[in-house]
T-cell receptor, first 113, second 114 residues
Framework: DQQVKQNSPSLSVQEGRISILNCDYT??????FLWYKKYPAEGPTFLIS?????DKNEDGRFTVFLNKSAKHLSLHIVPSQPGDSAVYFC????????????FGGGTRLMVKP | EPEVTQTPSHQVTQMGQEVILRCVPI?????FYWYRQILGQKVEFLVS????????KSEIFDDQFSVERPDGSNFTLKIRSTKLEDSAMYFC????????????FGPGTRLTVL
């Protein structure tokens, strides 16, 4: 099942620069998308979400962009900080499916001081 | 800040044994979920639960699995006869309204089946 894919397993960025994490999906029925951050031995922590009727949502340093025609979303973190180093998962859900989330495989972000 | 809690943090069991993983969702939340992540693989949905019944379950959630909300605070996942391939991190999540509402995850229980 590859409905949600994160093609970059890792990303390294210098502190203060922009981090761009990408996610592609195949199921056009998804109604909303979320980004989670995960540290080792912890559960996923919610970062930001976007409804399928929007193309951008911003919260502080985090912005999510949604391109429905391309079935692509991205998370921008600017400026990146060393504490942002973690694994980032995108997830997608649709309202008629018991609210189950389908996750991508994750991208490990390393922010270098 | 309210959070989802899970116990135990690590459970080791013998193949064929029953295990119960426990979760305390955020107190005013109404929708509850279990997910699992096998080492090196994606986080996978197992089951969603609302109003004391299962609302959705995945193919993984077969007859060996069951969920229960035995009281007003706990939400449990039972695996009746564990297999080696059940070894994974199990995450509980909860949310207030369901659709398009953010799911908040617990720290997980690492289940190791020997």
């Amino acid at each position: 099942d590859q409905q949600v894919k994160q093609n970059s397993p890792s990303l390294s960025v210098q502190e203060g620069r922009i981090s761009i994490l990408n996610c592609d999906y195949t199921n056009s029925m998804f109604d909303y998308f979320l980004w989670y951050k995960k540290y080792p031995a912890e559960g996923p922590t919610f970062l930001i979400s976007i409804s399928s009727i929007k193309d951008k949502n911003e919260d502080g340093r985090f912005t999510v962009f949604l391109n429905k025609s391309a079935k692509h979303l991205s998370l921008h973190i600017v400026p990146s900080q060393p504490g942002d180093s973690a694994v980032y998962f995108c997830a997608a859900g649709h309202n008629n499916a018991g609210n189950m989330l389908t996750f991508g495989g994750g991208t490990r972000l390393m922010v270098k001081p | 800040e309210p959070e989802v809690t899970q116990t135990p943090s690590h459970q080791v069991t013998q193949m064929g044994q029953e295990v119960i993983l426990r979760c305390v969702p955020i107190s005013n939340h109404l929708y509850f979920y279990w997910y699992r992540q096998i080492l090196g693989q994606k986080v996978e949905f197992l089951v969603s639960f609302y109003n004391n019944e299962i609302s959705e379950k995945s193919e993984i959630f077969d007859d060996q699995f069951s969920v229960e909300r035995p009281d007003g605070s706990n939400f449990t996942l039972k695996i009746r006869s564990t297999k080696l391939e059940d070894s994974a991190m199990y995450f509980c999540a909860s949310t207030t309204r369901g659709a398009e509402d953010t799911q908040y995850f617990g720290p997980g229980t690492r289940l190791t089946v020997l």
